[in-house]
């Protein structure tokens, strides 16, 4: 007679599920980018130009054919060749255009249209092509992730020097807006996810970031921090208890966090409760009383003030405003 395998006696193993809220930047941009719109593909011919004023949002443009200026304020003008994508992470104005003479249109929002012809401007010149789009963001001070990177993130797909992955996606993006298929929407708007988080680690590896969340990437110990304070955004954290849980000194850890990214514990961990506070009124009927306990606060009146201190309006104009 066979006998049963002796696993089959045994205990199932737990499959231990990873939370994505345990891994700060994956939080951050789940949170706070909630609408990701991507516009048609552009077909530029010379002389062509496109102004965008400043915008809460984070822009990309990926050059598919061709080359364009891109010009945004408080930094110098990148000229962006076949196959590179430059991101403007922060809404700040900015010039698209052939040459410094072309005179640039001021561009706007339109509706929201099936048809997948690329959008067609400027002259009878030679032609660039373009695929644009951008991140909408829900914080209106904008995610502190996002503090001290640079106005202007360049990614090359050509360069050899540049984040791994780049050059996969960019082909994977060409690809795909090239020749569309069902669902492509859906395939840009997760490539645009990849290509935003490879601009993020570009600017770490670069040392273009100096201070701000994404800094601390480079920093396992706050890392950390900033991971189990977003895991776990209710508990009652306090400097002692980070300090002691990555492995530092109170003292150290406070001044090193503070220099990486540019508040202190306290003053993040009340910054993420509050986003997190944002995203459940944004996408969940729970009462505002339930909210405020899941991201810390015993009462109502306290997770109030501090809401309308972080988002300059309190936690129910907020959430209709969200609905309209």
């Not at 509706?111 to 963001?137: C, D, H, K, Q």
Request: hydrophobic residues 40%; contains cysteine.
């Amino acid at each position: 007679m066979r006998k049963t395998p002796k696993q089959l006696a045994e205990k199932p193993t737990p499959l231990e599920l990873r939370d994505p809220r345990g891994d700060a930047v994956a939080d951050v941009l789940g949170a706070s980018l909630i609408r990701h719109a991507l516009y048609n593909s552009i077909e530029a011919r010379v002389p062509w130009g496109l102004r965008m004023p400043r915008q809460n949002r984070a822009s990309f443009y990926l050059v598919a054919h061709g080359s364009a200026r891109l010009e945004v304020e408080g930094t110098r003008t990148r000229v962006l060749s076949t196959g590179d994508v430059g991101f403007v992470p922060h809404g700040t104005a900015h010039v698209l255009r052939d040459s410094a003479d072309s005179e640039p249109l001021p561009v706007r929002d339109g509706s929201y249209s099936l048809n997948g012809s690329p959008l067609r401007i400027g002259g009878r010149g030679a032609a660039t092509t373009l695929v644009a789009g951008f991140f909408e963001l829900s914080d209106g001070l904008g995610p502190v992730l996002l503090q001290g990177v640079p106005p202007l993130v360049v990614l090359s797909a050509s360069d050899p020097a540049s984040v791994p992955g780049v050059s996969a996606a960019v082909q994977f993006m060409l690809t795909e807006s090239a020749s569309p298929r069902p669902a492509s929407n859906i395939v840009l708007q997760r490539l645009a996810d990849v290509l935003f988080v490879l601009a993020l680690r570009a600017t770490v590896g670069e040392g273009t970031c100096q201070r701000g969340a994404i800094a601390a990437v480079s920093d396992p110990r706050i890392y950390e921090s900033l991971s189990l304070m977003h895991a776990r955004v209710a508990d009652p954290w306090t400097v002692d208890m980070l300090a002691r849980r990555v492995g530092m000194s109170r003292s150290g850890f406070a001044a090193r966090f503070t220099d990486l990214v540019g508040a202190s514990p306290l003053q993040y961990l009340a910054r993420r409760r509050i986003a997190r506070a944002a995203e459940l009124l944004r996408d969940t009927t729970e009462k505002v009383e339930t909210i405020a306990g899941r991201v810390g606060y015993e009462s109502v009146p306290a997770f109030s003030r501090a809401f309308k201190r972080w988002q300059g309006t309190g936690p129910a104009a907020f959430r209709k405003s969200m609905q309209s």
